[in-house]
């Protein structure tokens, strides 16, 4: 295996090749690397702080909505998938299964949890009497393992990182509640804290996860004008309550079957970080999420009193709560400004002699590289500040992308013309499967979401009458 050259960070020109720039950033800045079983990947510290920072987010808002945390097996009794017919249509090409234990042939094989609705289900059964013990809410932080043909680090691998929540429910209209609620706690999550504007919808029949009544996605725009799936909440109705008898006694006196959802969002979200922000320097990290928000660099290090300065000055940022660090190594100042641009810490502060003597530092921003000084004496509140503007201004940037790049189309022809130059594309559609299959034979475009409340006269495919409004892109 070839060794990492720290002096070489040549990245890919984003406009002319994004899927190498891709590779070369998530590489460089060392977020992940290739396991030695295809498809899998290692997500390195500097990648997993991301993940922690997004699973800190994350699991305050699950828990604010009234969630608990548990942990289920990741081996699941292959007849289990088998019991909701569509789930095991959709799931079985991609399982792994555990056929040999302790070097003896197993009874029955065992399943790698590719996701864990029959696990929840079959312990649901068991754990649910009466009305009393409703609703569930249920989520858990976990692996889970799909086997992928093509991989990319973060957007498509074997194995990933997630939540999954899983709630049962005494009605219908509960049950769609809380699979909008939790729709609804991502989009939030998306845009206030990643930064990410997206586009929220129901998906059609032919886009909704296996075993689902209606799966409601969360879909964001990328620099090269692609969706990512970022996130889904689905309404499983009664299909999995059925399958798995999670019946409860009503406050009738009869037992009824449950409603249920689930909803999960995976390590994918930093794929679409980097998608979303970044830029040819190399990643662009949103404040909220990024490991280090503040780089002090010291500029003539050597100097008497620079390094004390930045400690110093390291500590007191620290101390007001700014994930701050000090770059001491030996390396050039030139040096350090590059490495930590192309790993899209938010704000770098550069402090030497001059500025000590004049109690001030130099703040650059990552997003404009825009320079400004501020006073020593208040350098909390202007990191502070420095940091929720990037953050916003962020949001502000991917916002404008996403509004300039939808385009609307009547024919085929255009959709495709529209794909092609990076946008995504709104169009009626009459609800048939075979005009989404058409449309995504000639344009490689999928249906995203189904567009609320937006009419169209007709089908962009086959011209009947339009039921519907779709938002259309290529995707990852
Ligand atoms: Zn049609």
Redesign the pocket.
């Given at each position: 295996m070839a060794k990492e050259n720290q002096f070489v960070n040549q990245i890919a020109d984003i406009e002319t090749d994004f899927p190498r720039w891709y590779t070369d950033v998530v590489t460089k800045t060392k977020l992940v690397d290739y396991g030695p079983v295809k498809g899998t990947m290692v997500i390195r510290p500097y990648g997993y702080a991301i993940w922690e920072n997004i699973q800190k987010e994350l699991d305050a808002r699950i828990k604010a909505t009234g969630h608990q945390n548990a942990y289920f097996p990741l081996l699941i009794p292959y007849s289990y998938m088998t019991r909701e017919a569509e789930h095991v249509e959709g799931f079985a090409p991609e399982v792994a299964v555990v056929t040999v234990g302790g070097g003896e042939k197993l009874a029955e094989p065992l399943v790698i949890r590719p996701t864990s609705e029959t696990i929840f289900g079959e312990m649901y059964s068991k754990w649910l009497q009466s009305y009393r013990d409703l609703p569930i809410l249920i989520n858990q932080w976990a692996n889970v393992m799909r086997w992928e043909k093509t991989t990319r680090p973060f957007l498509r691998t074997s194995e990933f990182l997630w939540q999954e929540g899983h709630t049962a429910h005494a009605t219908e209209e509960e049950a769609m509640e809380e699979t909008m609620k939790m729709l609804g706690v991502y989009k939030e999550f998306a845009e206030n804290c990643l930064a990410i504007p997206v586009f929220t919808g129901r998906k059609t029949e032919k886009e909704k996860f296996a075993g689902a009544v209606a799966t409601f996605g969360m879909e964001a725009m990328m620099h090269d004008g692609k969706s990512l799936q970022a996130g889904t909440s689905h309404y499983l109705g009664q299909n999995f309550a059925k399958a798995f008898d999670i019946q409860f006694l009503d406050k009738d006196g009869t037992h009824k079957y449950a409603y249920t959802t689930s909803w999960g969002v995976s390590t994918r979200l930093i794929g679409a970080l980097i998608m979303a922000h970044g830029d040819q320097r190399g990643l662009v990290l949103p404040p909220v999420v990024a490991p280090v928000q503040a780089i002090i660099v010291p500029i003539a290090a050597k100097k008497e009193g620079v390094l004390e300065a930045a400690a110093e000055l390291k500590a007191k940022l620290v101390a007001a709560g700014v994930r701050a660090d000090c770059d001491t190594t030996d390396n050039s100042p030139g040096w350090k400004f590059n490495e930590w641009e192309m790993k899209g810490v938010p704000v770098r502060i550069e402090i030497g002699p001059r500025d000590i003597e004049a109690g001030k530092m130099v703040l650059v921003r990552r997003d404009t590289h825009e320079k400004t000084e501020a006073p020593l004496a208040d350098a909390a509140d202007a990191v502070k500040k420095l940091l929720a503007e990037v953050q916003q201004n962020l949001f502000d940037m991917a916002k404008k992308r996403k509004e300039e790049r939808i385009v609307t189309a009547e024919t085929v022809e255009e959709l495709l013309k529209g794909v092609e130059g990076g946008n995504f594309v709104k169009a009626g559609?009459?609800g048939?499967r075979?005009?989404e299959d058409k449309i995504k034979e000639q344009t490689a475009a999928t249906a995203r979401v189904i567009v609320e409340g937006e009419h169209a006269e007709k089908?962009v495919?086959?011209?009947?009458e339009a039921k519907e409004v779709v938002l259309f892109a290529r995707a990852y």
């Amino acid at each position: 295996m070839a060794k990492e050259n720290q002096f070489v960070n040549q990245i890919a020109d984003i406009e002319t090749d994004f899927p190498r720039w891709y590779t070369d950033v998530v590489t460089k800045t060392k977020l992940v690397d290739y396991g030695p079983v295809k498809g899998t990947m290692v997500i390195r510290p500097y990648g997993y702080a991301i993940w922690e920072n997004i699973q800190k987010e994350l699991d305050a808002r699950i828990k604010a909505t009234g969630h608990q945390n548990a942990y289920f097996p990741l081996l699941i009794p292959y007849s289990y998938m088998t019991r909701e017919a569509e789930h095991v249509e959709g799931f079985a090409p991609e399982v792994a299964v555990v056929t040999v234990g302790g070097g003896e042939k197993l009874a029955e094989p065992l399943v790698i949890r590719p996701t864990s609705e029959t696990i929840f289900g079959e312990m649901y059964s068991k754990w649910l009497q009466s009305y009393r013990d409703l609703p569930i809410l249920i989520n858990q932080w976990a692996n889970v393992m799909r086997w992928e043909k093509t991989t990319r680090p973060f957007l498509r691998t074997s194995e990933f990182l997630w939540q999954e929540g899983h709630t049962a429910h005494a009605t219908e209209e509960e049950a769609m509640e809380e699979t909008m609620k939790m729709l609804g706690v991502y989009k939030e999550f998306a845009e206030n804290c990643l930064a990410i504007p997206v586009f929220t919808g129901r998906k059609t029949e032919k886009e909704k996860f296996a075993g689902a009544v209606a799966t409601f996605g969360m879909e964001a725009m990328m620099h090269d004008g692609k969706s990512l799936q970022a996130g889904t909440s689905h309404y499983l109705g009664q299909n999995f309550a059925k399958a798995f008898d999670i019946q409860f006694l009503d406050k009738d006196g009869t037992h009824k079957y449950a409603y249920t959802t689930s909803w999960g969002v995976s390590t994918r979200l930093i794929g679409a970080l980097i998608m979303a922000h970044g830029d040819q320097r190399g990643l662009v990290l949103p404040p909220v999420v990024a490991p280090v928000q503040a780089i002090i660099v010291p500029i003539a290090a050597k100097k008497e009193g620079v390094l004390e300065a930045a400690a110093e000055l390291k500590a007191k940022l620290v101390a007001a709560g700014v994930r701050a660090d000090c770059d001491t190594t030996d390396n050039s100042p030139g040096w350090k400004f590059n490495e930590w641009e192309m790993k899209g810490v938010p704000v770098r502060i550069e402090i030497g002699p001059r500025d000590i003597e004049a109690g001030k530092m130099v703040l650059v921003r990552r997003d404009t590289h825009e320079k400004t000084e501020a006073p020593l004496a208040d350098a909390a509140d202007a990191v502070k500040k420095l940091l929720a503007e990037v953050q916003q201004n962020l949001f502000d940037m991917a916002k404008k992308r996403k509004e300039e790049r939808i385009v609307t189309a009547e024919t085929v022809e255009e959709l495709l013309k529209g794909v092609e130059g990076g946008n995504f594309v709104k169009a009626g559609w009459c609800g048939c499967r075979e005009c989404e299959d058409k449309i995504k034979e000639q344009t490689a475009a999928t249906a995203r979401v189904i567009v609320e409340g937006e009419h169209a006269e007709k089908c962009v495919c086959c011209g009947k009458e339009a039921k519907e409004v779709v938002l259309f892109a290529r995707a990852y």
